[in-house]
């Protein structure tokens, strides 16, 4: 007779259905996970990912030493392998750069991402260079380092974990802001879906757990309030401090983790934080802190921090179960309440904000509308060159009325009274102060045309430039010498005598030489204040449009911002309806879980039963029935609701 295979045991069947006596739960959680929003489905786990922890803290807290030592590292050996993974960073920086995995090597050497074997300083060289690549800001925030430590160092006696994906994050609050900003993404990548969180600092420095704290640097995925069910909050170095030592001797006080533990919610309690469930606090004491404790700390404290650390281990191997995860749902009730309180608190900001911008827009550009009109009135004041030409036309009239009135007439020939030489000469003398002061006299014109006094201001300062000079004197020298020499008269006393009428003709040439001078620098003097006056009018017209140029734009630029405002604030308000709608259909959602899961575990219950009656094996049917009432049990026990019973197998 052929040997065929061997029959089936029980306990080997039995370790075959372990799976399926699992897959209606998770299948039913992952239907309800889908049915979520994506802003609460995102806080959530899938039902078949890898079962992930997550380590979380400050720098210089101890987090990959404590993870170390749950892996099963010899205490004698923690500082070497600490030494080796902080790969020469100086104290009070984090010896992790990225998100790292530590595993047990299947040999006796380190590697990086099941490289090839690599010695100590190639290793440090490795992580050098990771850390130089974060603080440059070239590392995504995706990347994740598996690191195999050789075997030598691990205790062969240790109680080992379960072999779960454990995350060292990179300490919290570096010094570098590139490595600060990629701890920042790292941190709200991974923890929102953490099976558990280690949630680490040290215990004199419990502020750090502040919750709205974390939130407002950003790291609102630490905010343990939210899913503490899923946080593990560590103070280390607890045992370091002198207090701890007087707390342990005190007479008659009997020294339990449950007091420890009231012990650290009192001192949270004093920074102003409510503190978690008393099981999610674990004030531990390791590595060095600890060997360094006087013996009789250690002797005290001993027996708790042990309790302590294996309380702390069966919280991660729970973790480990795929099912621990369903406990995170009623989780996703308190996501969706704490989101919705943020979503309605970022909408008052942001509407407070948009109306305080529109308000400030509103008043700039009534400013700026103000301004335009402004300018405007002043380029139609300024008016155009025509207004310039009219002004000196009658600064021109002006000057040929005073020419006309002002200027002395030359005597008459008949004139005795004029047959002097000293009358003659003190006559050319007025007259030439009689032809500047028809200049000076145009300074009192009175005229509604601004330019009128702006070519007067300039024409009167270069033309007495020319009197202070008595450049007019020049047409009468020949005249004066002519008179002074000889002195005395040779006038005839009653009637005009040939030389008098030749002088007098002469003084009337020099008159009128002196007068067509004059008339020709005034012309000469108004056209260049004329011309001046054009081009500071086209400079300043093209100054004001272009300032009303830039008026406009910024007008039309506040206009187009406002309306864009507008249409943003419309969307985001609808953004934010949206997400209170889904919100609130989380809250509900998240209330009918039980029932969900009720309802999923009793159509397993009638499946089984079902198969259970078409058995024709006496050993499976038994097996079948063992399976459903350890199932039933099983979910009756993990959670508060009775989710079935037997009665569903009948």
């Known amino acids: 007779m052929a040997m065929g295979k061997p029959a089936p045991t029980l306990q080997s069947l039995w370790a075959k259905g372990e799976r399926a006596r699992k897959s209606w739960a998770l299948n039913a959680y992952e239907h309800f996970r889908m049915e979520l929003s994506t802003w609460t489905q995102c806080q959530l786990p899938e039902a078949k990912s890898e079962t992930t922890i997550v380590l979380c803290g400050p720098t210089q807290v101890g987090k990959t030493t404590l993870l170390l030592e749950l892996l099963g590292v010899s205490t004698s050996e923690l500082k070497n392998v600490s030494d080796t993974l902080r790969a020469g960073q100086p104290v009070g920086t984090s010896s992790t750069s990225i998100p790292m995995i530590y595993h047990e090597s299947a040999d006796e050497h380190w590697r990086l991402d099941n490289s090839t074997p690599l010695s100590v300083d190639s290793l440090k060289d490795a992580l050098k260079t990771i850390r130089q690549h974060v603080e440059a800001g070239g590392m995504e925030h995706t990347r994740v380092a598996t690191l195999y430590i050789p075997r030598r160092y691990f205790d062969p006696d240790r109680h080992a974990l379960p072999r779960v994906r454990i995350l060292d994050l990179p300490g919290i609050h570096p010094q570098n802001q590139n490595e600060a900003e990629f701890v920042r993404s790292v941190a709200q990548k991974y923890v929102p879906t953490a099976d558990l969180v280690l949630l680490i600092t040290r215990a004199d420095s419990l502020s750090f757990l502040n919750p709205e704290t974390l939130t407002e640097d950003g790291l609102w995925a630490l905010d343990w309030r939210l899913s503490p069910a899923r946080f593990c909050i560590v103070t280390t170095y607890a045992c370091k401090f002198e207090s ?21 919610a009192e001192q949270l309690d004093t920074f102003g934080i409510t503190p978690p469930p008393p099981d999610c606090l674990f004030p531990l004491d390791f ?13 005290l404290a001993g027996p708790l921090m042990n309790e302590l650390r294996q309380e702390l281990c069966e919280r991660i191997a729970n973790a480990a179960d795929p099912l621990g995860r369903l406990h ?24 407070r904000d948009a109306d305080l911008a ?47 009135e002002m200027l002395p007439r030359l005597p008459a020939a008949d004139d005795t009274s004029a047959m002097k030489k000293s009358y003659l000469r003190r006559f050319s003398l007025n007259f030439q102060t009689a032809l500047w002061r028809c200049i000076s006299r145009l300074e ?44 005395f008269d040779n006038y005839w006393l009653l009637v005009p005598g040939p ?42 017209q093209t100054r004001m449009r272009r300032g009303l140029q830039r008026v406009q734009a910024r007008i039309e630029q506040l206009e187009g911002d406002g309306a864009a405002q507008q249409d943003a604030m419309m969307k985001q308000a609808k953004e934010i309806a949206n997400l209170r709608g889904a919100l609130a259909a989380d809250r509900q959602r998240a209330s009918e879980f039980d029932e969900i899961l009720r309802a999923a575990l009793r159509k397993d219950l009638r499946a089984r039963r079902d198969a259970m009656i078409t058995e024709t094996v006496p050993t499976k049917r038994f097996l079948q029935l063992i399976e459903a009432v350890t ?14 019973s037997t009665e569903d197998l009948q």
């Open 244 to 264: 701890v030592q007087i707390w342990l001797d005190t007479p008659g006080k009997t020294c339990t983790v449950s007091s420890l533990r009231q012990r650290c």
């Open 287 to 299: 590595g060095d802190s600890w060997a360094n404790a006087p013996a009789r700390r250690r002797e």
């Open 328 to 351: 995170h749902v009623r989780d996703a009730f308190n996501i969706a309440v704490k989101l919705d309180s943020a979503a309605l608190m970022h909408l008052n900001d942001a509407q």
């Open 358 to 404: 529109m308000r400030k827009r509103k008043s700039a550009l009534n400013k700026y509308k103000k301004q335009q009109e402004k300018r405007k009135k002043r380029l139609v004041e300024i008016g155009d060159e025509n207004s310039i030409s009219n002004a000196s036309h009658e600064v021109r009239l002006e000057f040929e009325k005073n020419l006309k």
């Open 444 to 487: 009192s014109l009175d005229s509604d045309n601004e330019y009128t006094s702006k070519i007067l201001t300039f024409l009167i300062a270069e033309l007495r430039e020319k009197e202070n000079n008595d450049d007019a004197a020049f047409f009468f020298e020949e005249f004066i010498k002519k008179i002074d020499s000889p002195i």
């Open 499 to 540: 030389k008098f009428i030749a002088d007098r003709a002469q003084l009337g040439s020099c008159m009128e030489k002196a007068t067509i001078w004059l008339r020709e620098r005034f012309a000469e003097a108004c056209n260049r204040a004329v011309k001046v006056q054009k081009n500071a009018l086209k400079q300043q």
């Open 631 to 644: 199932i039933s049990y099983r979910f009756r026990e993990r959670f508060t609701t009775l989710l079935a």
